[in-house]
T-cell receptor
Framework: NAGVTQTPKFQVLKTGQSMTLQCAQD?????MYWYRQDPGMGLRLIYYSASEGTTDKGEVPNGYNVSRLNKREFSLRLESAAPSQTSVYFC????????????FGPGTRLLVL | SQKIEQNSEALNIQEGKTATLTCNYTNYSPAYLQWYRQDPGRGPVFLLL?????KEKRKERLKVTFDTTLKQSLFHITASQPADSATYLC??????????FGAGTRLFVKA
């Protein structure tokens, strides 16, 4: 089992460019999440998908869109990147039950110039 | 608004000693609380979960307490080892999908 995988590992964008971060899990989990992590701050939830076919906003959704492509895959899109979106992005998955544990991917480091 | 506080300063301890990390939360009543470990350049990894009706939980050298009156959780690592050096995140949760994570405390264990 690969667990949660993310692509790419690193990316540099210019302001205004768009890109999609990919995430896939092979644990048959129902819920999936996108977080960003900035220095000195905790993980902040961008969007989540409680189950296949549903998506909801988290704490910091502005500037992002998501797609739950199927049960395995959950992508995060930046339509017009801004320097404030420079961060490390983590995808996670969970069983979707109460008191679930979340399993995180290795992260994508994004620099927006 | 909901707030989580963890020691922002790094904790430096000697190998073999017990490390104690603190997590305080305000403006909400979590049904459970989780602790995760994060190594540099990697994603967080789940360690322990403690429910609101549990005072203490243990797993090998790890012990977590949960005081809902003080709104605090303590995370202990006994007989600490250099391999325990990492950042530890707490995540009190009310039971929904929107987990809030603390910023974490960096632990350094010196040989």
């Amino acid at each position: 089992n690969a667990g949660v995988t993310q692509t790419p590992k690193f990316q540099v964008l210019k302001t205004g460019q768009s890109m999609t971060l990919q995430c896939a899990q092979d644990m048959n989990h129902n819920s999936m999440y996108w977080y960003r992590q900035d220095p000195g701050m905790g993980l902040r939830l961008i969007y989540y998908s409680a189950s296949e076919g549903t998506t909801d906003k988290g704490e910091v959704p502005n500037g992002y869109n998501v797609s739950r492509l199927n049960k395995r895959e959950f992508s995060l899109r930046l339509e017009s990147a801004a320097p404030s979106q420079t961060s490390v992005y983590f995808c996670a998955s969970g069983t979707g039950t109460t008191q679930e544990t979340q399993y995180f991917g290795p992260g994508t480091r994004l620099l927006v110039l | 608004s909901q707030k989580i506080e963890q020691n922002s300063e790094a904790l430096n301890i000697q190998e073999g000693k017990t490390a104690t990390l603190t997590c305080n939360y305000t403006n909400y009543s979590p049904a459970y609380l989780q602790w995760y470990r994060q190594d540099p350049g990697r994603g967080p990894v789940f360690l322990l979960l403690i429910r609101e009706n549990e005072k203490e939980k243990r797993k090998e050298r790890l012990k977590v307490t949960f005081d809902t009156t003080l709104k605090q959780s303590l995370f202990h690592i006994t007989a600490s080892q250099p391999a325990d050096s990492a950042t530890y995140l707490c995540a009190p949760n009310t039971g929904g999908f929107k987990t809030i994570f603390g910023a974490g405390t960096r632990l350094f264990v010196k040989a």
